[in-house]
């Protein structure tokens, strides 16, 4: 059912209706600048009206930008009923397939954080005919690292959704074989993140520390992204701040970011005497003078794919300690990495890296692959 305008122009349909603004939305956003600017294209992204404040940061909020046209669904994905609620929502596929049907796209891409997000979008594609592609971070399901029932059995009900795109765009090389795994058999793309580098300026450490209310005398942990106590690991940074002094000695911990759990982590903190060595610093959209305040950059998230605070970090020279899982486990040297979910682990490695014992010299090779050049050639291979 696709077809080309009047014009001969590729028409793109870019699909994302998470419920959270996050380091994948960041990548689609570049993507859909990058279409807007192609005159060989005609582009519409329909995202949820839940991040059109996080659009309008990235200078997407309007509805027409040169080849690009954004719209607004009035619904998000559910956080958690996942799948289950596309199977659940007819009324929303067909609302999707009725834009997707007045567009008449060559292509639909949908941007998915794990198979279980923006599955809505996918369906429409494949009710529509249209040649439907996931763009997804994170494939290692639920049950890998917090192997409960219900994980295990959200990961089985997840796991024939796999077959439901065409074709799959990923940001490591881990991704294809675990596609295979999951019986996918599909064209399968490993397409690397982008780091903006020319809006990371570095500010001298003591005038960006002056700005952003740190200590000029601590020894800062950045934890950086959205806060999810749990998944993304800030309930046990603060265990290990609490419990391995040594290795903390005269640190802080600096979190940027927002989330609905913030409130709970706060309770926490107050509960267990650390809020005096956490400073919470917000959403912020210029991080230059949080990466050039920090000493180390933490990432003790349960599941990641490729995360951008990685390779932001990388950039400004900190090294990284994280957990050895995923994109974090395949790029970063084991001197880096600690097991998911292990306090006195995570202290180890941060008490290693303060003493100069677990040093890098692939930082360079690995920043190669992240170049905004290659990012934008290969998307639109992909997309063409």
């Excluded at 990548?27 to 859909?32: A, G, N, P, S, T």
């Excluded at 802080?252 to 610093?281: I, K, S, T």
Aim: a positive charge; charged letters at 25%; hydrophobic letters at 45%.
């Amino acid at each position: 059912m696709s077809s080309r305008s009047a014009s001969g122009k590729r028409r793109i349909v870019v699909y994302d209706d998470a419920y959270a603004f996050g380091g994948h939305e960041l990548m689609v956003c570049r993507l859909l600048r990058g279409l807007a600017q192609d005159p060989e294209t005609e582009t519409l992204a329909l995202f949820s009206e839940a991040n059109l404040a996080r659009m309008t940061e990235q200078g997407l909020g309007g509805p027409v930008h040169g080849n690009l046209r954004v719209e607004y669904l009035p619904f998000a994905n559910p956080r958690r009923l996942g799948n289950l609620a596309a199977l659940l929502s007819p009324a929303k596929v067909a609302q999707v397939l009725l834009r997707l049907r007045r567009f008449r796209p060559d292509v639909v891409l949908a941007a998915q954080g794990g198979i279980d997000t923006s599955m809505i979008g996918l369906l429409a594609a494949r009710l529509g005919g249209y040649r439907a592609i996931s763009y997804i971070p994170n494939l290692n399901g639920y049950a890998r690292n917090q192997p409960t029932v219900k994980n295990r059995l959200r990961d089985r009900l997840n796991r024939p959704f796999h077959r439901v795109p065409h074709e799959f765009a990923v940001i490591r090389q881990g991704h294809v074989d675990e596609l295979r795994a999951l019986g996918f058999r599909g064209r399968t793309h490993v397409i690397y993140n982008a780091v903006d580098t020319d809006k990371l300026v570095r500010i001298p450490k003591a005038e960006a520390r002056a700005a952003l209310g740190i200590p000029a005398e601590a020894y800062a942990l950045g934890l950086i992204g959205r806060i999810d106590i749990v998944n993304k690991g800030h309930l046990l940074a603060a265990m290990a701040l609490k419990s391995h002094a040594e290795a903390f000695r005269g640190a802080c911990l600096v979190v940027a970011g927002e989330g609905p759990e913030e409130a709970a982590l706060r309770d926490f903190l107050r509960a267990e005497d650390l809020e005096h060595r956490v400073h919470f610093l917000g959403f912020r959209k210029d991080l230059s003078a949080l990466y050039s305040a920090l000493d180390l950059v933490i990432i003790p998230s349960l599941s990641e794919g490729v995360p951008l605070v990685m390779i932001e970090a990388l950039h400004y020279g900190l090294p990284v300690a994280a957990s050895a899982v995923d994109g974090m486990l395949e790029m970063l040297p084991p001197a880096w990495l600690f097991p998911a979910g292990d306090a006195a682990a995570l202290a180890d490695r941060v008490a290693a890296i303060r003493s100069g014992s677990a040093l890098w010299k692939g930082r360079e090779a690995l920043l190669a692959r992240f170049d905004a050049a290659r990012f934008a050639r290969d998307f639109r291979s992909l997309l063409s």
